[in-house]
């Protein structure tokens, strides 16, 4: 049976667990069985959240309690400043190398 969660994208709060698509909202269709605790009523709604994964490029359902690293990879940790310039950037970072310790 197809279970979907429906998420509110700014803070990745499940909002409910239908068992049809949605026509409306944002939404992912998950496993039946991970989400089986909640529909039994062993575990709460509020367990669990959506979050995006970089390395999947897609929408997950994930539990709060199990603190996970999405990836081990330092490169999808760490943002990368681009080097080349705009007239319309927010913020502006200048290296100063003559004036460093």
Excluded: W
Aim: charged share 30%; proline share 5%; aromatic share 8%.
């Amino acid at each position: 049976m197809e279970r979907y969660a429906v998420f509110n994208p700014d803070t990745g709060e499940v909002l409910s667990l239908p068992n049809f698509k949605p026509t409306e909202g944002s939404f992912i269709e998950v496993e039946p069985r991970s989400v089986d605790g909640i529909l039994k009523g062993i575990e709460q709604l509020s367990h669990y959240c959506v979050e995006y994964s970089k390395r999947k490029k897609q929408y997950e359902l994930k539990s709060r309690l199990l603190d996970e690293i999405d990836s081990y990879n330092v490169n999808d940790l760490i943002y990368e400043v681009p080097t080349r310039k705009t007239s319309n950037a927010d913020l502006t970072i200048t290296q100063n190398i003559k004036d460093t310790c």
